[in-house]
């Protein structure tokens, strides 16, 4: 499979704890997107990066929000002290820089579930 | 900030109907994604438009992007339970460096639930 893959797909916590979520872009997808969405709603943007470097960052991203993706491959969110009201689908996304035939759509991944106890 | 709103919120209709879902932005619009999206999982790319008078089809959907109304209309023809789904806008929010690019972060709609009854 050469999509968008996160892990873990549900996450269960209680409040206070840290939660870390993964994504994997498309292998050749040099900009990745973490938006959150809520129940009923359409997604909002969280963060991206470009490659390694993480260029804009939403002011829903709180202190309690860090955003990294190291080598420009695969990339963390982690929630610390977790709320209540974090609990919602937090969808992963890559595109490519136009090269060529590509025309720069945004995929997505099936998204980590939080539930927050 | 831009504000995009989708139209009907719902829509139950009986298979071999035609519908349309309307999306509206309180903006320009740069660039005009669709999604789908099925309930709990991610979403699937359906189309992109760019151009205003831009149409795109894509099986029985197809899709229409107005300019001056700040207006996207997405039509599916001759519906199947297939096409049951939450349908989402989304806007690009910056504007693209070339044709077919784009910012790549979007503003979506709530999102419009299709239900289609066999």
């Known amino acids: 499979d050469t999509g968008v893959s996160q892990d873990p797909r549900h996450k269960i916590t209680k409040r206070g704890q840290n939660v870390t979520f993964r994504c994997d872009p498309i292998?050749?997808?040099?900009?990745l997107y973490w938006y959150r969405q809520t129940l009923g709603q359409g997604p909002e943007f969280l963060t991206y990066?470009?490659?390694?470097?993480?260029?804009?960052k939403s002011r829903l991203l709180s202190d309690r929000f860090s955003a990294e993706r190291p080598k420009g491959s695969f990339s963390t969110l982690e929630i610390q002290r977790t709320e209540q009201g974090d609990s919602a689908m937090y969808l992963c996304a890559s595109s490519l820089l136009p090269r060529g035939l590509y025309t720069g759509e945004l995929f997505f991944g099936e998204g980590s579930r939080l539930t927050v106890l | 900030s831009q504000e995009l709103e989708q139209s009907p919120q719902s829509l139950i209709v009986q298979e071999g109907k035609n519908l349309t879902i309307n999306c509206t932005s309180s903006?320009?619009?740069?660039?005009l994604y669709w999604y789908k999206q099925k309930y709990g999982e991610g979403l699937i790319f359906l189309m992109m438009l760019q151009k205003g008078g831009e149409e795109k089809s894509h099986e029985k959907i197809t899709a229409k992007l107005d300019e001056k109304k700040q207006q996207s209309s997405l039509h599916i023809t001759a519906s199947q339970p297939s096409h049951a789904g939450i349908y989402l806008c989304?806007?690009?929010?910056?504007?693209?460096?070339?044709?077919?690019?784009?910012?790549?972060?979007?503003?979506f709609g709530q999102g419009t639930i299709l239900t289609v009854h066999p």
């Open positions: 903006k320009t619009l740069y660039g």
């Open positions: 990066f470009q490659n390694e470097a993480q260029l804009e």
């Open positions: 292998s050749e997808h040099n900009r």
């Open positions: 989304g806007a690009d929010s910056g504007i693209p460096i070339a044709r077919g690019t784009s910012y790549g972060k979007l503003t």
